[in-house]
């Protein structure tokens, strides 16, 4: 009996682990998903926010005839 007690205690082990080892690599992916998703949506918004400026800048200068 112990040692059927044991060997569920060995395959209970190796289970965790494998599904320790699952998360890890979920969490990992979540991360660089986040990573990456912010990169696409903050360096543009600053790229925007010095453009926009010059744009004003170039179309209210040539009203102007200048």
């Known amino acids: 009996m112990d040692q059927d007690i044991q060997n569920?205690?060995?395959e209970v082990d190796k289970k965790l682990e494998q599904i320790y080892r699952s998360?890890?690599?979920t969490r990992k992916y979540i991360l660089w998903?986040?990573?990456i998703s912010l990169a696409v949506v903050i360096l543009?918004?600053?790229?925007l926010a010095f453009a926009i400026p010059q744009f004003i800048n170039i179309y209210t200068n040539a009203g102007l005839g200048l």
């Open 8 to 10: 569920k205690f060995e």
């Open 23 to 25: 998360t890890e690599k």
């Open 33 to 35: 998903m986040l990573l």
């Open 44 to 47: 543009p918004l600053i790229g």
